[in-house]
């Protein structure tokens, strides 16, 4: 009777439930063995404890499949040296795969899903620090420390990301005198080809803290991560209506100077491309009129997904969004807390299916004195290749403090395009052509792109929009000579074949 048990148990952990049970259900001539197996192994299934996945992964966009070798999903830091150690062949790392160009998969590599390796591990109050294994998400981050009134200081609009995911992007949100998370990173904890674990931090490894912050997974797997943290408070929403052309002196004049301004963004108009709409949170002692502390899981969004169908798909479906949905939606001046601002759910903006087309992010970055140079030349392209833009919001975000892989080489503005696309090889080459122009318009403006989308990019755009690059590279075959750790990403830049 302990036999089928001790099978099952030892299937699980091998990820081979399937097989082993179908050899046992063969195997076994006493059927009173056989049905227990089958129960049993159909109730661990259910279960959710096993280990079995499949073995292709995606991304949020489901343009980029790929077949990986296997698939582990870690919950101690000696089972990420332990397998980095012994894997003769290639490592991709996933977070939350919300990056949508293929930065978290590489074929027939293991796959360290880190979703799993997501506990607190030391907070403290007084000095306004939390440290996380860095598979957590930041929706877990704010739950905790929202019980200490502290708020996170740097993260994406969304809420579901991971922290490793998050600085292995060197992400940056709506946050006003804040930029790339590398300002917000105390240290971290990162296991290296050899299966050896360092710290790195501003004083402590600090050529491996400026590289792996931002460098998609290249250089190992970062495991804990340490995080200052600021104060929560309240914030009241206002939006105003302007032309593009006087957005940059309102946003020097108005917010970057104001102390109180928390977030603050400015969504663009297409087709036009005339009209902004400029929203900012600011700290108030105003009343509360959403008295939730964060957001409530679990919506629908039937709003939101009708929404960006009429936006995307209906005739005149921009205009609508401009004078009917915006109005509506900007109503008023909330006042809530900052952490439930900080908690938006990806899943608002998931379309029923992407089967036939999909919704993708592109960003562009610029010095902030190019921005009236830029934002021309990108209607141009967008108008050129009549491509289906939902939205361009703009973000400020500080210069970055020295990592090699930097977006943000100076104070920047940022230009985060929201658009869908078709899933056929036609439409993406289309998008192919009209993203290199959009890289070559931010180049010619000494700006730069965003690297967790799709991989569009020449290799030689991709060198003039980092050109530290090259001493990336240099630390990669240092630390992991045998390039194990791999990606679509660095498949496509870093010069593989040297290796
Ligand atoms: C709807 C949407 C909104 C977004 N909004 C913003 C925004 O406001 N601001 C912004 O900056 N970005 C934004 N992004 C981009 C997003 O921040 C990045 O894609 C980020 O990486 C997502 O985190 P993730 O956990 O999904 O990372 P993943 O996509 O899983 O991984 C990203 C990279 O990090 C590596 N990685 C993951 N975990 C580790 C680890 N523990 N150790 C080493 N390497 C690791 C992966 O290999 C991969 O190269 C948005 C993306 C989407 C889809």
């Keep these: 009777m302990a036999f089928p048990f001790f099978l099952a148990i030892l299937a699980s952990l091998q990820n081979k439930l399937k097989i082993l049970f179908f050899a046992q259900i063969i195997s076994f001539k006493e059927k009173r063995n056989c049905i227990f197996l089958f ?172 590289s792996a912050i931002g460098g998609y997974g ?62 900012t949170y600011t700290k108030t002692n105003e009343k509360l009129t959403e008295t939730n502390r964060l957001k409530p899981l679990g919506s629908k969004y039937r709003f939101h997904r009708f929404a960006f169908r009429v936006i995307s798909g209906f005739p005149g479906g921009k205009w609508i969004r401009k004078s009917i949905f915006d109005p509506l939606v900007n109503l008023g001046n909330p006042v809530e807390w900052r952490n439930f601002e900080a908690g938006y759910e990806v899943k608002e903006l998931e379309p029923k299916s992407r089967k036939k087309s999909t919704y993708v992010l592109q960003e562009y970055f610029v010095p902030v004195n190019e921005f009236d140079k830029f934002y021309p030349e990108m209607k141009k392209v967008f108008r050129k290749h009549h491509v289906n833009v939902m939205n361009v919001s703009i973000r400020y975000a500080k210069k970055d403090p020295g990592s090699l892989l930097a977006w943000a080489k100076q104070d920047v503005f940022a230009f985060v395009v929201y658009y869908k696309q078709g899933t056929r090889e036609k439409d993406r080459g289309r998008v192919r052509e009209w993203t290199k122009e959009l890289v070559d318009v931010a180049l010619s403006c000494k700006g730069s792109y965003y690297l967790p989308y799709q991989i569009h990019a020449s290799a030689e755009q991709f060198a003039a929009a ?14 992991d000579p045998q390039n194990k750790f791999r990606n679509k990403l660095w498949d496509a830049y870093y010069n593989v074949k040297e290796n």
């Design 39 to 210: 129960v049993f192994s159909f109730l661990f299934f259910l279960s959710g404890n096993s280990q079995v996945k499949p073995r292709i992964i995606n991304d949020i966009t489901a343009l980029n499949p790929v077949e990986v070798d296997s698939i582990l999903i870690p919950l101690t830091t000696e089972e990420i040296a332990n397998a980095v150690k012994n894997c003769k062949g290639p490592i991709s790392i996933g977070g939350g795969k919300y990056s949508q160009g293929g930065q978290t998969m590489e074929e027939k590599s293991l796959h360290i899903d880190m979703r799993g390796f997501n506990k607190v591990l030391n907070f403290s109050k007084e000095n306004k620090e939390i440290t996380v294994q860095a598979g957590i998400i930041w929706r877990k981050v704010l739950e905790y420390i929202d019980t200490f009134d502290l708020s996170v200081r740097i993260m994406q609009t969304y809420a579901n990301f991971t922290v490793g995911g998050s600085l292995s992007v060197n992400v940056h949100g709506r946050y006003v005198g804040e930029g790339p998370l590398i300002l917000s990173v105390k240290q971290f904890n990162i296991i290296l080809a050899d299966g050896s674990l360092l710290r790195a931090s501003r004083q402590e490894n600090s050529e491996l803290f400026y």
């Design 466 to 479: 980092y050109p530290n690059a090259k001493k990336f590279f240099e630390l990669k075959k240092k630390l």
């Design 218 to 279: 290249g250089l190992g797997v970062i495991t804990e991560v340490t995080l200052y943290l600021t104060d929560n408070c309240k914030v009241m929403r206002t939006d105003k209506m302007m032309k593009i052309k006087n957005y940059k002196n309102f946003f020097f004049e108005k917010i970057k100077s104001d102390s109180l301004a928390i977030f603050h963004n400015a969504d663009i108009y297409p087709r036009r491309y005339k009209k902004v709409r400029a929203i």
